[in-house]
């Protein structure tokens, strides 16, 4: 089941169908252990909408958290050290590549998350700047992964090349991060075979386009998860980004007016345009 958070209330798609979900607020709703269970219930009553009422999207996101794992792709820890190799910082990324703990950082509060339709932003005092197309677990107070979306962790890779301690500046600035369209509802581990894929479209034509899938991740969602929670509470769940797999040429940078689409098959398209 998707789960579209919309102005105007939270609307459920299953099979099809449309359906208005009576809920105070959006946490309420999703910071639950059973929600597969709660909104088998809640459709018994449950209004059938048209799809037409799906206007307004907004994030799906309430008071949650939003971190990001990284270097989770071999092809993000290749592009990392090939950036940060003038300032030393490329053997970071190698050893945290292979290390048992993962690269986990904090990536946005609820008002630096923009949805889809809305508009991400690359930072003013950065000249190279990117989108990461990344599957985003939905993480339960209880640490289990009730549901994914989409996400694009925007960074500015000038900024974290000069010095991996930039980081947290390369990474979150007002709307770096993009999630929706909807909150895929499920307790089932996605394929290993599911695709990631991202087009970049300028004045009406392909930029960039590239795909990765699943299997090429180093670490299981639930390995995250479990570093994630260690000492640290989320009383109403968290997001967590799983890392790029994905990273355009070096000769690449987005500009103003870049649209950006991405699409995980199961969940849908994000599509944002910089500005
Ligand atoms: O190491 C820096 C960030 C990595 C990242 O965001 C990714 O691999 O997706
Ligand atoms: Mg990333």
Excluded at 130 to 153: C, R
């Amino acid at each position: 089941m998707k789960l579209y958070r919309l102005r105007h209330g939270i609307v459920a798609e299953q099979s099809g169908s449309f359906y208005d979900i009576p809920a105070a607020s959006w946490d309420e709703l999703v910071a639950r252990e059973n929600l597969t269970g709660h909104l088998s219930h809640l459709m018994l009553g449950a209004r059938e909408v048209n799809k037409s009422s799906l206007t307004e999207l907004l994030p799906p996101i309430g008071s949650q958290e939003v971190w990001a794992a990284g270097v989770t792709y071999f092809r993000s820890r290749d592009a990392r050290m090939e950036e940060s190799k003038s300032a030393g910082g490329g053997d970071f990324y190698d050893r945290v590549y292979s290390a048992a703990r993962p690269e986990l950082f904090f990536k946005a509060t609820p008002h630096r998350v923009v949805g889809d339709g809305a508009k991400v932003a690359i930072r003013d005092d950065a000249s190279w700047s990117v989108p990461e197309p990344e599957l985003v677990l939905f993480v339960t107070p209880g640490g289990k992964i009730g549901g994914y979306t989409i996400g694009n962790d925007m960074s500015s890779r000038d900024i974290e090349g000069e010095n991996p301690l930039y980081l947290p500046q390369a990474k979150v600035y007002d709307r770096s991060s993009a999630l929706g369209p909807c909150l895929l509802v499920s307790s089932e581990p996605l394929a290993d075979s599911t695709e990631i894929a991202i087009e970049i479209r300028r004045a009406g034509k392909t930029a960039f386009s590239g795909a990765t899938t699943l299997e090429k991740m180093k670490r299981k969602p639930e390995e995250l998860v479990e570093y994630l929670y260690r000492s640290s509470s989320f009383p109403s769940g968290c997001f967590l980004f799983t890392g790029t797999g994905v990273v355009p040429p070096d000769s690449f940078t987005l500009h103003h007016g870049d649209e950006i689409s991405i699409t995980i098959p199961p969940i849908g398209t994000l599509t944002n345009v910089v500005g």
